[in-house]
Structures are given as structure tokens and as C-alpha cells.
């Protein structure tokens, strides 16, 4: 073993194998000798254990682990799954996904200084804000708006700066919480709020607000159910009628949405108030995800009256939560789609498909299954729900087309499912009743052959 061991080459006289000779084209020699390091003391290990017996076989065992290492530390941890859960908005995979327009304004910024913060009329400086502002005023009728890091951050920065050290009204049928332990109570405590609950779980009328509203009010505070429903015997009281005990007591409304519709879906059976509607009913503020409805990155968007605006962008928290230019420029991106309003519903991914028809939708499973049967992969095509997920429209079923793979001799479906995940371009799929479901609704037909191929290797891997 020893004598082995002495085989080994020195670094530098490793770097100079002509094996190395392309890697040294791309790296630097002091990260190729670092790696080569590594890669000795695995070869070591591989004498050690009596896997590498010959000496004609050390340099060779150096070079391929040190490729193998260098391919592995070099590919990036986050990288891109096809998502064929049919789930629109997957928090777990990164909720929506951009336009092509977004998409185009932060491949045109990420490179290149900016006017991020330059008033370019004035030359002098300007505001980051300043950037969505009038689009935002044109899509929902605001006054005034600004962006932070995400709707949680948003919620914190409104609380803080519009009612710390005083009361927030809230119905108790609205201290909801949100996936990832943000719970609506703790997040006003966290801000400072003094938390005050009217009515009860499943009912909360005008007089219990009125009853509530005394001179340590602060804020009345509205909050999107989001991921639940109350069924039944139920009450809430919607804005409009909200707002005229808000002007009466001169205490403003806050409303947290959650979601945030930019676009009207009602016509797809989709109840969910636009944010223009909402601010039309007379809402103060109003805070929203980018990376929920709106289809854009992920964000905080806080729009509403000038004056209370002016006042949340004084608070030195905004600081601590400010967004980023790249942020900004895909969130600018997303917003000029929505000015053609007949175009955004092709445009925008995530409306597109969450609108989508089910003739569209059977005519994609029935191109992927034949594509499949190409591959002798038979697939059923079903009629199934998918969910829209990312904590929005929990109650509401979207039907669409699926295929279908059923346990066959040949294969375990959770042997396969793993499979699928594990795959250098991993696959989440559905499983139920221990069948193998893809919902057509999330797969892009430009992934059909990548997910046919890929499929088709696991598949094949796993039998
Ligand atoms: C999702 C959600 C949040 C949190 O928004 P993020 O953008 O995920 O930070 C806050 N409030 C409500 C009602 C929500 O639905």
C-alpha cells in the first residue's frame, strides 16, 4: 500500500498532464490544483480500501475524480424542474414563473448599470419607486406605490408604520395563517401593533367593528383568507361597506390581499376581486404578492392613498426590506403585459394557465401521449382537478387533462417517482392510488420532447 502511495505525482506535476489540458483552458491552475488535491486524497482513500491495486492506474483515478469534481461543484444547486404537478402556483417550486416580456427586461438589466436611482430629467437623485409607479396608478387607480421583498415584508411594514403603538382592528375570522409559520397576530406583534379581535370565527358584523373603533384605534385591518374557506353560517363584512365606518371614524382600512388580481377572472369562474375594484371601494392601502396572481417575481406590492404611501416610505424599515433592481425590472416587465389587457391572458403565464380551455388541454395530453407511445410508455388520458396553489384560491377545482400511468409488473411507481425527482432535469409528478398523474396545465408543449426523453431514460432505468 505504501508503495503505492509513493506513485502518487506531486500537484504541480499532476497539473501538467496533458489530461489537463482543456480544463486548464477554462480554470485558473490554483483551482484545478485545489481540486486535484481533493481528488488525491479520494484516490488515497480508493488505495486504502484496496480499489485501486495497480500503479498504472493512479494517474488516470486523479484526472476522472478530479473532473467529476470540479462537473459537480461547477453545476448549480437551483436549477430549473419541470413541474407537471399541474399546480399553477407551487410554492416549493418557486410559484410564478416570468413572462417572456419580464423576462426580457431583466436579461436587458442584470449587465448593465441603471437609472435605479437617477431622475434622469433632473439628474439628480431619484427613487426607486418612482420606476412602477405610474403604471401601477394606470392598472388599479391608486394614488401611490412602492415595492419591498414580499407580501409578509409588505404586511410587517404597513402594521409598523400605520399603527405601532396603537390598535389594529381585526375580524377573528381573518387571523389566518399563511404557509411558512407567518401568523397574521404574531406578525402585528412583531410590528407592534396592539392586536384587537371583533366578532367570531365564523361571523363578524359592522357593530363589532364600530364597537371597537375607540381613540387608541390606529388601523382597521383587512386580511384575504387565502388558503381556507369558512363554510356554512358565515359572515364577513366585505370593503364597501367597511368604508364608510372608516371615513365616519377618520381610521383607515388596510386591506392585506394576499393574492392580488390584476386581471378579472371572473369570466373563468374564478372569484376573486380585482385590486382596482378594491381600491375603487375606497381601501386606504392595499399590499400584495408579485409571484402570486400577478404572475411576476416575487415581491411586496403596497399601493393606496399619497398621503399614508408617504408616510410607510418614512419608516426605517423600509430599508431593511427594500427591493432589488432585478426585482423591479421583471416586475416592470409583468406590469406593461397587463396593459393590453387582451393579450395578457396568452401572455402572462400564470393567467394563461389558470384560464386555459380544456379542448387545448385534452389536445396536449393527446400529443404527449403519442409522443409517449413513440417510447412504448402507454399512458391513460383522465379528466382530472388541478389546484392553483401558492395560497390562493384554495376552494376553487380546475379541471383539466392528465395522463395516467398505472403499476404494470415491470414497475413501482414510487420506485419511479423518486427516479423521476432524482433525474438531472427533475420531474414532480402526481401521485394517487398509487398511479403516476402529469397534469397538462403546467408542462409547456416546448418541454414535451425534453420531458419524453428524460421520462423515457428513468423509465427504462427503473424496469
Ligand atoms: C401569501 C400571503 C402573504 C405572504 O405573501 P408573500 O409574498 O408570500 O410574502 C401574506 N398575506 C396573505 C393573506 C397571503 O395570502
Request: proline letters at 2%; glycine letters at 10%; aromatic letters at 2%.
Given at each position: 500500500m505504501k508503495e503505492l502511495y509513493r506513485k502518487i505525482k506531486k500537484i504541480d506535476k499532476l497539473l501538467q498532464m496533458p489530461e489537463f489540458k482543456g480544463l486548464r483552458d477554462i480554470y485558473s491552475d490554483a483551482y484545478l490544483m485545489d481540486s486535484i488535491k481533493e481528488a488525491v486524497k479520494m484516490v488515497r482513500t480508493q488505495i486504502n480500501e484496496n480499489i485501486i491495486t495497480d500503479e498504472n492506474n493512479i494517474d488516470s483515478a486523479i484526472v476522472s475524480e478530479t473532473i467529476k469534481n470540479i462537473t459537480l461543484e461547477q453545476k448549480p444547486n437551483l436549477r430549473k424542474v419541470l413541474n407537471c404537478t399541474g399546480t399553477v402556483l407551487h410554492t416549493n417550486l418557486g410559484r410564478a414563473i416570468l413572462s417572456d416580456r419580464a423576462k426580457e427586461s431583466l436579461n436587458n438589466l442584470s449587465d448593465q448599470y441603471s437609472n435605479l436611482e437617477l431622475n434622469l430629467i433632473t439628474g439628480k437623485r431619484g427613487s426607486r419607486y418612482?420606476?412602477?409607479?405610474?403604471?401601477?396608478?394606470?392598472?388599479?387607480?391608486?394614488?401611490?406605490?412602492?415595492?419591498?421583498?414580499?407580501?409578509?415584508a409588505a404586511v410587517l411594514l404597513v402594521l409598523t408604520a400605520l399603527s405601532k403603538g396603537k390598535e389594529a382592528i381585526v375580524s377573528r375570522g381573518e387571523l389566518v395563517e399563511i404557509g411558512g409559520s407567518f401568523r397574521i397576530p404574531n406578525v402585528m406583534d412583531f410590528g407592534g401593533a396592539i392586536l384587537k379581535e371583533v366578532g367570531t370565527t365564523n361571523k363578524t358584523h359592522l357593530f363589532d367593528y364600530e364597537n371597537a373603533i375607540n381613540k387608541?384605534?390606529?388601523?382597521?385591518?383587512?386580511?384575504?383568507?387565502?388558503?381556507?374557506?369558512?363554510?356554512?353560517?358565515?359572515?364577513?363584512?366585505?370593503?364597501?361597506e367597511l368604508v364608510p365606518l372608516s371615513k365616519k371614524k377618520r381610521v383607515p382600512i388596510y386591506y392585506d390581499l394576499g393574492s392580488g388580481a390584476l386581471f378579472d377572472f371572473s369570466p373563468y369562474g374564478i372569484q376573486e376581486p380585482t385590486v382596482k375594484s378594491l381600491i375603487k371601494s375606497g381601501v386606504d392601502i392595499l399590499s400584495f404578492s408579485g409571484d402570486?396572481?400577478?404572475?411576476?417575481?416575487?415581491?411586496?406590492?403596497?399601493?393606496?392613498?399619497?398621503?399614508?404611501?408617504?408616510?410607510?416610505?418614512?419608516?426605517?424599515?423600509?430599508?431593511?426590506?427594500?427591493?432589488?433592481?432585478?426585482?423591479l425590472s421583471a416586475l416592470e416587465g409583468t406590469l406593461i403585459e397587463y396593459l393590453d389587457m387582451g393579450k395578457v391572458k396568452t401572455n402572462n403565464p400564470t393567467i394563461n394557465m389558470l384560464t386555459v380551455d380544456l379542448v387545448t388541454l385534452e389536445k396536449k395530453a393527446k400529443v404527449l401521449q403519442e409522443m409517449f407511445k413513440t417510447e412504448n410508455i402507454l399512458f391513460d388520458i383522465k379528466k382530472l382537478n388541478s389546484l392553483s396553489g401558492g395560497g390562493s384560491l384554495p376552494d376553487k377545482k380546475f379541471p383539466s387533462f392528465c395522463l395516467v400511468l398505472d403499476v404494470t409488473e415491470d414497475v413501482s411507481i414510487p420506485e419511479l417517482v423518486e427516479n423521476l425527482r432524482f433525474n438531472k432535469i427533475p420531474m414532480l409528478v402526481r401521485v394517487k392510488d398509487n398511479k403516476l398523474i402529469m397534469d397538462l396545465r403546467t408542462i409547456k408543449e416546448e418541454d414535451f420532447q425534453m420531458l419524453v426523453e428524460e421520462f423515457s431514460k428513468v423509465y427504462n432505468g427503473t424496469i
Open positions: 418612482d420606476h412602477i409607479t405610474s403604471i401601477l396608478k394606470k392598472l388599479t387607480g391608486c394614488e401611490d406605490a412602492l415595492v419591498v421583498n414580499n407580501n409578509a387608541e384605534t390606529g388601523l382597521l385591518v383587512k386580511v384575504h383568507n387565502s388558503n381556507y374557506t369558512i363554510k356554512g353560517f358565515t359572515q364577513s363584512i366585505p370593503t364597501e402570486k396572481l400577478l404572475g411576476g417575481p416575487q415581491g411586496g406590492i403596497i399601493i393606496g392613498k399619497k398621503k399614508l404611501i408617504d408616510k410607510i416610505k418614512k419608516n426605517q424599515l423600509l430599508r431593511a426590506i427594500r427591493v432589488d433592481k432585478l426585482t
